[in-house]
């Protein structure tokens, strides 16, 4: 009986391992062959698309290429027509009549001699790459060119195609339209093109112009702006020719654009007709794999019964010490080639169980970084975009899993709480007590208490069952946002970091409380504490002072500080990156030994404006701290492109003339203040020097109706800053110039 029992349990095992076995091999082949085919079909799908984009941008070029070509083949003639040369009136005139946007008339030495655009006369073709390029047609090797549609080297902000085209009496006239003008000549071309143009079996070619209005589209909604397709593009996360997926007329698609002349060239397949051809693959290997995986499986099953389960007694004794744990046993069973072979092969299994338990351990390593990644999962990683704070915070944790944790909410709408903490040990244990202090700090402050009603409910909660004596370092903050009034309880943690507005960061010190969960009905001190508008906190765990390099030395609190007070004004983002970035060079190649955890928080007080101001040497080496600043408001305003250039190249403008001629020949100090507002969007800036009186706005603008060799030099750049920004303003008040930029954006 009790041998009849143990080939029972023998059999079921086997069986079950053998179930196991087959359904994970199965499952690892679909699996696979999902995989593969998906990547197939995205593989098909660029391709494909990339093909139509190519195809309908040639087209375009070409169509675009060709119009300009003949609108300046007959410009040409009208100027050979003429008895004497061309004048740029008359050229004015010919712009009026065919609608372009520029003609400029070059001699045979590559000078302009006449000119639509003023500021262009007497200008050498060959000193501009891009205008260099038509040099061609002065060398006898073509009658004519066309220059691809793209930014102006006099203007970036506008976009040009060019074309030239030899004229009889040597020379060449050089015509130029904007996008606007050629799409309407070549729109009808487009259309065309692409509305009766298949991607695949039910995909299309969908064309928008810079407005984002539809040109073409086999839905024909010409003239509705391309949001009806549902697809919506942005160029600066989207790059061109990648692929990326949308739902459009309602069906979800593989997607690919590009920009070329002007026009936004998008191709687009459905999904389900590329997934069709994996989904029958997948479904055809499926069949397959159960086909072989059962004909496999019976086989086996026959074997053993006939071969196996007869002599199976006289391994038995042998298997159940195995089974018992003795992994030294050998089974010695050679009555028959087959059970010898058996036994060769047991022997080999257990050898490669004990190759197993090697690997186990292997593994625990491997849980160890999937906790890890759970661990910092479970920390914000989202930093809101708000006009009365900034905040961000970074968490790195050492190779074994840690307690640190940092967190922030708001309570209500004026409150925000800061949590930053540090659990004692490592490991499994302290991570998961890591996530219980968390939730429970959490869901207590939510519900209005103070700092220190928060810590003593948790600490209470945290000593019950808390068997293997973990504790967890706390620093917490709430801060009424309307005011800048907080209250703040240390549980044993490191001291915080204090800037206020306009000064350096200091180590805050004051009396700490016990840490939480050493003991139950702990009282935790709290203390209160103001900020200031432009004020900032620096909290951080012992893993920022306490880290080591090659020598075994500490970071330290003073290279900390040293560091926080390279760039006080900075963002809270840019502190961090700069803290971890001095870290990683202290340490070199020393491994880290305890988590790094940061929060970096800058507080700006209530309403919508926001103050900043800097005060440097006016010396052209500071002039990217003062641009930088600037751009870090603009930033925070979702400032567009062109105008952020606008703001950057005016601010440059009366930098640069501050540096180079307030204090000649030396240098001096220059305040630049930065306000922002929110509604209506605009910036101020305010740039205060002690140099020699000077009042840029009396400077008169540039004439341009007179000849480029008869205007006087200089000028030009505070013409730039007049024209560019919204308003401009000079006072000289208290032996200082004081000038006034205002941009609404």
């Known amino acids: 009986m009790n041998m009849q029992k143990k080939t029972r349990k023998i ?23 999902w995989v593969y085919q998906t990547r197939q079909v995205r593989n098909n799908a660029v391709s494909l698309l990339t093909i139509n984009i190519q195809d309908v941008r040639q087209d375009a070029i070409d169509a675009s290429d060709e119009n300009l070509l003949n609108l300046t083949r007959h410009i040409a003639q009208r100027l050979d027509e003429m008895e004497q040369p061309a004048t740029s009136e008359d050229l004015c005139i010919l712009m009026s009549e065919f609608d372009v946007a520029e003609i400029n008339v070059i001699d045979h030495e590559g000078i302009i001699t006449a000119t639509t655009h003023p500021p262009f006369m007497a200008y050498d073709m060959q000193s501009g790459s891009q205008s260099a390029e038509f040099m061609v047609l002065l060398s006898g090797e ?54 009766n143009r298949h991607v695949g079996e039910n995909g299309c070619v969908i064309v928008a112009n810079e407005n984002w209005l539809i040109v073409s589209d086999r839905m024909q909604n010409e003239g509705k702006n391309l949001v009806v397709t549902g697809i919506w593009i942005d160029r600066d996360t989207m790059p061109a020719e990648t692929l990326f997926s949308a739902t459009v007329y309602g069906k979800k698609s593989y997607c690919m654009y590009t920009f070329s002349e002007g026009y936004y060239i998008i191709s687009v397949i459905p999904m389900n007709e590329l997934l069709l051809t994996r989904n029958t693959s997948v479904m055809m290997n499926a069949i397959r794999d ?70 186990a351990s292997a593994r625990i390593d491997q849980e160890l970084e999937f906790a890890r990644v759970i661990q910092v999962s479970a920390l914000p990683r989202e930093f809101p975009k708000r006009n009365d704070f900034q ?14 944790f940092y967190d922030f909410f708001m309570i209500g709408k004026d409150h925000l709480a800061l949590v930053i903490a540090d659990v004692s040990g490592k490991g499994i244990p302290a991570a998961m007590f890591m996530m219980t202090a968390k939730s429970l700090i959490k869901n207590r402050a939510r519900l209005g208490e103070s700092p220190e009603e928060i810590l003593a409910h948790v600490n209470n909660q945290l000593c019950e069952g808390n068997d293997a004596e973990l504790f967890v ?24 970091v204090l800037r206020r507005a306009g000064g350096t960061y200091e180590l805050l010190k004051y009396r700490h409380a016990p840490a939480v969960a050493l003991e139950e009905d702990v009282r935790f001190r709290q203390h209160t504490f103001e900020l200031s508008p432009g004020d900032s906190l620096f909290v951080y765990t012992d893993g920022v002072p306490e880290a080591h390099n090659m020598e075994n030395k500490l970071f330290g609190v003073d290279r900390m500080l040293e560091t926080l007070n390279r760039n006080p004004d900075a963002s809270p983002k840019d502190i961090l990156g700069v803290m971890r970035s001095s870290i990683d060079e202290f340490a070199g190649d020393a491994p880290q030994f305890d988590d790094i955890t940061m929060i970096g928080f800058t507080y700006y007080g209530p309403g919508a404006e926001r103050t900043e101001q800097l005060t440097v040497e006016a010396t052209m080496e500071c002039m990217h701290d003062v641009l930088a600043m600037v751009n870090r408001h603009l930033r925070m305003l979702n400032c567009p492109d062109k ?15 501050i540096a180079s001629y307030a204090y000649a020949p030396g240098t001096g100090p220059v305040t630049v203040c930065v306000k922002t507002e929110r509604t209506p969007a605009a910036i101020e800036i305010t740039l205060i020097d002690r140099g020699i009186p000077y009042d840029p706005l009396k400077k008169p603008d540039p004439d341009f109706s007179s000849d480029l060799e008869d205007r006087p030099i200089g000028g030009m750049g505070i013409y730039m800053v007049k024209k560019s920004m919204d308003e401009m303003t000079y006072e000289r008040r208290d032996d200082q110039n004081i000038l006034r930029l205002m941009k609404r954006i």
């Open 643 to 657: 105008i952020r250039r606008q703001v950057g190249i005016a601010v440059e403008e009366i930098y640069v003339n």
């Open 11 to 33: 059999s079921s095992v086997f069986q079950r391992w053998l179930t196991i076995i087959v359904l994970t091999a199965f499952i690892l082949s679909i699996l696979f062959s």
């Open 473 to 496: 370092t706390v620093w917490l903050a709430i801060i009424e946002l309307s005011t800048g009034k907080g209250l703040a309880v240390n549980a044993g943690h490191e001291h915080p």
């Open 142 to 195: 073509q009658d004519s060119y066309v220059q691809s549609y793209q930014p102006t080297s006099h203007d970036p902000s506008i976009s040009r195609k060019y074309a030239g085209v030899t004229l009889q009496s040597g020379g060449f006239v050089q015509v130029g339209y904007d996008a606007e003008r050629f799409q309407k000549d070549i729109d009808q071309y487009i259309v065309g093109v692409t509305r």
């Open 391 to 404: 905040i961000y915070a970074i968490m790195d944790p050492a190779k074994e899993v840690g307690g640190d």
């Open 290 to 359: 159960i086909v072989v995986f059962l004909e496999l499986s019976v086989l086996i099953v026959i074997l053993v019964r006939k071969l196996v389960i007869e002599n199976i007694d006289s391994v038995n004794s042998s298997l159940s010490r195995i089974t018992d744990g003795k992994l030294d046993e050998v089974v010695n069973v050679r009555n028959s080639e087959e059970f010898s072979s058996l036994s060769d092969d047991i022997n080999s299994t257990v050898t490669t169980l004990k190759k197993y338990i090697a690997d």
